[in-house]
């Protein structure tokens, strides 16, 4: 692209170019039905109004990107939400099972002792001590269960937990961004009030 | 107006030298003329409309995520409650007027194989009482629970009754018999005595064996009671963490919308300034080219 009225060092007139082509690749993206200020700015011949465009254009693109890290960091904190929260469904339900299991068979456990009234009580008692072994397994086996649940619990609330300081950093990137737009703007202003003002006095002297 | 070129840089018209972003108008070297700043006027009044959009939007969402947080707060509420009561349930303190009524079933059942000696009968009216007592705890019949359990708990003092009653016509009958017997010897009195403290102490065998059993048929209940209770109570927590979850996402909307209001009042503050420097310097620019013509 022909560069017009830009005068100055060869990093002047590559930063001229490199505005341009971004301008131009962002309204190749999307093409608006109201004008750009940040391309007229960053097209523009004036090395202020370049520089300011250019600062604009960067914190335009950093707003994009924490944009597309906050929305990124969101899905992941919502998934692993959901996944503690089935996990921890999933823990109740396995310590449930354990507690019926343990009772049900403790019962049972009970029935095989009283068969031992006006009977074999040795027998009655083995049998019930069998029952309770077994109870004592199934039960450890389902709280094992219940505490690996209870672990995948834990791993998804860590995973929230990320998720939510990588939004908390998208937030902060967001806003030093508006910052810096904010900045460039304030800049640019008092940089063309005071281009006014030394055009004025030269006019005024000519 | 005439273009004015400075110093090799652009020519200064009101078209070109006025920014979208309306600052340039205050570099210009004489002010644009009023009817060629319209354009700009007309831009950043569509830009004030916008923020103005933006504004009504923001405040739209803000009552909406104020109403989502109000449900959320009480959902939250409710299931704390409910991790509360569950709490409160599994607590072996806390039995009700029924299961004192139940235990005492129970004891009672087991006081008839101390009294009378018989024990079948009366371990199945206890183990049938424990019964109806983990069925109405756990529920586990749905509706139909409360009847079993009533079932149960009437065979159960049904089987205490009976047992009762058979070991009182055998006690009768034994007495009877010693009557008969008046003048048996010495050694056959000897006998049943030994006979009676063997029975005496298979019955003390068999009282322990059965409060053995009923313990163990109460723990059995009482465990499947705690599970259902510590289940309920687990599944209003994790219901209670959903609703946290939710709050703290509504809140982080709320927040952006915020945000998002006051990156529109500020924008709409800055069109403002923009608007009011374009019209000031287009008065100027008639004042000036009015002193020119003068």
Known sequence: MTVQGCQGPKSVVCSYDTATEAAASAQTEDANLLPEPMQALATSTDLGAQIAGLILLAGHEQRKSAKLSREAAEAAQKAAEERELKAMHEQATAKLAAGVVGGVMEIQSAAALGSGVDGNRLVAEVKSKVIDGFAKVDTALLNYVADGFGEDAKRAANGASHAKSAIDDARDQDKDARDTINKALDLYKEYLGAKADAQRAAFLKA | ?294
């Open chain 2, 1 to 294: 107006m005439t273009a004015i070129a400075i110093s090799g840089s652009r020519p200064i018209t009101a078209s070109m030298g006025a920014s979208p972003l309306g600052v340039a108008s205050s570099s210009e070297l004489l002010p644009a003329p009023r009817g060629s700043v319209m354009g700009e006027e007309a831009l950043f009044t569509l830009m004030s409309e916008i923020s103005d959009a933006q504004t009504k939007f923001a405040k739209v969402k803000v009552e909406e995520t104020h109403v989502a947080k109000k449900h959320a707060m009480a959902e939250l509420e409710k299931a704390l409650a409910r991790q509360r009561e569950a709490a409160k349930g599994g607590v072996l303190g806390e039995l009700g007027l029924g299961d004192v009524a139940k235990v005492a079933a129970i004891a009672v059942s087991v006081a008839a194989v101390a009294v009378t000696g018989g024990a079948s009968l009366a371990v199945a009216g206890a183990l049938l009482s424990a019964g109806a007592f983990a069925v109405e705890k756990t529920n586990c019949f749905g509706d139909a629970s409360k009847w079993v359990a009533l079932g149960m708990s009437a065979a159960g003092g049904v089987a205490s009754a009976a047992s009762v009653a058979a070991h009182g016509a055998a006690a009768a009958q034994a007495a009877s018999s010693a009557a008969q017997a008046g003048g048996a010897s010495a050694s056959a009195a000897a006998e049943a005595g030994a006979e009676a403290a063997k029975n005496a102490t298979r019955t003390f065998d068999n009282v322990s064996l059965a409060v053995q059993a009923g313990t163990h048929a109460m723990l059995g209940a009482e465990k499947i009671e705690d599970a259902v209770y510590a289940y309920q109570a687990d599944e209003a927590g994790r219901d209670a963490k959903n609703a946290q979850y939710q709050i703290a996402h509504i809140e982080r909307v709320f927040d952006e919308v915020i945000e998002q209001l006051k990156d529109a009042k500020q924008t709409k503050q800055r069109g403002n300034e923009r608007l009011s420097e374009i019209r000031q310097t287009a008065d100027q620019t008639l004042l000036v080219a009015a002193g020119g013509k003068a």
